[in-house]
């Protein structure tokens, strides 16, 4: 069963790093392309971006270079980064897996980690 | 950006009854379309990919087809637990987009 858990801080200060882990049980993270989307309170989802194992990564241009996403395949982990963070970066974020076999989209998703940007 | 359009922004239903869910690209987007369900405080779930697949575990009600850049989401005889927030998502070109959402209510 595929499994995956976003960690991290739930509340970062305005101008400071946004960082959160998702760790993925059940499947080998060297498969498929894994994913960040997020979710404002009440608003619709956003992608935000995706890497491969090889470190290959597509990133939302909205964000502005803010976003870096890296993987650590010993821990089977992939990791976000998300700098200057402002209170419109305030969200519930997900981490999900693409094994649609290259459609694009996401058959497992994270519970979600709600993350508030306020001093 | 693709901007995807979805409509009605909600719609009342009863159990049993046939419901549809539009969703309109910008431009073409072939058949790279995926529907997904959320409830409230859930992650998506996915139903549909490239406009027509069903995602394995999803029942039979569920279906979608597309009509040029017009897209729909069928849900042939509504049940308690398809009550919930619906959205689409296009896959053709980056930055990957979605609509704003469609919920089902309970009439």
């Known amino acids: 069963q595929v499994q995956l858990q976003e960690s991290g801080p739930g509340l970062v200060k305005p101008s400071e790093t946004l960082s959160l882990t998702c760790t993925v049980s059940?499947?080998?993270?060297?498969?498929?392309?894994w994913n960040w989307l997020r979710q404002p309170p009440g608003k619709a989802l956003e992608w935000i971006g995706y890497?491969?194992?090889?470190?290959?990564?597509n990133y939302n241009p909205s964000l502005k270079n803010r976003v870096t996403i890296s993987v650590d395949t010993s821990k089977n982990q992939f990791s976000l980064k998300m700098t200057s963070a402002t209170a419109a970066d305030t969200a519930v974020y997900y981490c999900?897996?693409?094994?649609?076999?290259?459609?694009?989209?996401?058959?497992?998703w994270g519970q979600g980690a709600l993350v508030t940007v306020s001093s | 950006d693709i901007q995807m359009t979805q409509s009605p922004s909600s719609v009342s239903a009863s159990v049993g009854d046939r419901v549809t869910i539009t969703c309109r690209a910008s431009?073409?987007?072939?058949?790279?379309l995926a529907w997904y369900q959320q409830k409230p405080g859930k992650a998506p779930k996915l139903l549909i990919f490239?406009?027509?697949r069903l995602q394995s575990g999803v029942p039979l009600r569920f279906s979608g087809t597309r009509s040029g850049t017009e897209f729909t989401l069928t849900i042939s005889s509504l049940q308690p637990e398809d009550f919930a927030t619906y959205y689409c998502?296009?896959?053709?070109?980056?930055?990957?987009?979605f609509g704003g959402g469609t919920t089902v209510e309970i009439k």
């Open positions: 999900a897996r693409d094994g649609t076999g290259g459609y694009h989209a996401w058959d497992y």
């Open positions: 059940g499947d080998s993270i060297t498969n498929y392309f």
């Open positions: 890497i491969y194992h090889s470190g290959t990564t």
């Open positions: 431009q073409s987007i072939n058949s790279w």
């Open positions: 490239a406009a027509s």
């Open positions: 998502q296009q896959a053709n070109n980056f930055p990957l987009t």
